[in-house]
């Protein structure tokens, strides 16, 4: 079992800045990619960021590209995201999750139970 755990989320003001951080634990053989997405009310969850596990290929929502900027450690199996220019449409929970490969090939993704980002205005 592979574990998920997010930090880092809180209360900031329009135009502030908010870093998270994840980090997949437990029985892992090999994590070939970690993202973000996040979930609005009402709303249904969207993806945020995502990297690959070489560190190299990563992947942007447009609602975020230029503002935003996923990073990670492939060795400590961690992602982290940070948030520059904040707008309270970013207002949402923030869920990390991490695309497990298991010796087998068999593919499972892993979910984080979520951070709360709340921008005001």
């Known amino acids: 079992q592979v574990q998920v755990l997010e930090s880092g989320g809180g209360l900031v003001q329009d135009g502030g800045s908010l870093r998270l951080s994840c980090a997949a634990s437990?029985?892992?053989?090999?994590?070939?990619?970690m993202g973000w997405h996040r979930q609005a009310p009402g709303r249904q969850r969207e993806l945020v960021a995502t990297?690959?596990?070489?560190?190299?290929?990563?992947n942007y929502a447009d609602s975020v590209k230029g503002r935003f900027t996923i990073s990670g450690d492939n060795a400590k199996n961690t992602v982290y995201l940070q948030m520059n220019s904040l707008k309270p449409e970013d207002t949402a929970v923030y869920y990390c999750n991490a695309n497990h490969v298991d010796r087998v090939g068999r593919l499972q993704t892993y979910w984080g139970q979520g951070t709360q980002v709340t921008v005001s205005s």
């Open positions: 990297m690959d596990s070489d560190g190299i290929v990563s």
């Open positions: 437990g029985r892992i053989f090999s994590i070939h990619r």
